[in-house]
DNA sequence: GTAGACCGTAGGCACATGCATACGATTCAA
DNA sequence: TTGAATCGTATGCATGTGCCTACGGTCTAC
């Protein structure tokens, strides 16, 4: 059951995702940049359940556009550090809303009241991470 | 957050079905079989998802081990109607009970009252289909 | 009677993913 | 100083998946 949810949540995000021209692991990306203070990309890749070696090219393709920054740290000459650019925010911020959006419409079929309990759990687990 | 908590969810599935001796495609064929009227390969294919290509090894896995039938449909020839034995049902049985154990103690972070709350939206989303 | 659709089956292709290896550069602990 | 570990980067391998094609057999509609 959950399998088949977490499908058709993805399959729901993809047209989204599309429209504003960036890939699901983009997307989780710079979540993961948004949820924390400027990040090594092995800690990134560590938060968000991604694999460091895919991740560069998704990294290399948020630097080239603007959306995020990538600085070596003066303490430790082997790391990069990541933050987020102003643009970056911007997007981020755009698709959420609209994921946001679509989720709601998704749960709309539930009674109301269980919504919020709904997202109080999911948030619970990702807390309990 | 989804995406995570759905990885989160296999990862704890993945050992109690491997103690079982069974496939995750394996199980998921088992529940489809089990929600319905016997089926044909198309239908359960359709019904949980799967590649109905796909899902021949795993039909012919579990044929070979009995725990689903697989007979012809005498009203129409092209097809075979899938069924559950007495086996596979002990055995779905089992590993379900297991899967909604490890389930309770993954929500025991979660509130109480909300976990009625999750599984009633998530049942709400998966009848939708 | 015929053409098209469907079933189950087998296999191919392109891509994604998890994991591993390897490298140069850097850091850290003994 | 040295060896091991870590970082980011690039690549390979095995596996899984979505989608596709093709086939023989069967069914349905015209």
């Given at each position: 059951m959950v399998v088949r949810l977490g499908r058709r949540l993805i399959a729901m995000e993809e047209p989204i995702l599309a429209d504003h021209g960036i890939s699901m692991w983009a997307y989780v990306a710079l979540s993961g940049l948004e949820d924390?203070?400027?990040?090594?990309q092995a800690a990134l890749a560590s938060a968000i359940g991604a694999d460091k070696t895919r991740l560069i090219p998704v990294l290399d393709d948020l630097q080239r556009r603007g959306l995020i920054t990538r600085e070596a740290d003066p303490a430790d000459r082997r790391v990069r550090l990541l933050g987020m650019t102003p643009a970056g925010r911007k997007l981020h911020a755009a698709v959420r809303a609209d994921i946001r959006a679509a989720e709601e419409a998704l749960l709309a079929s539930a009674a109301e009241k269980d919504r919020a309990a709904f997202l109080a759990v999911l948030e619970a687990l990702d807390q309990g991470r």
């Open positions: 924390g203070p400027t990040r090594t």
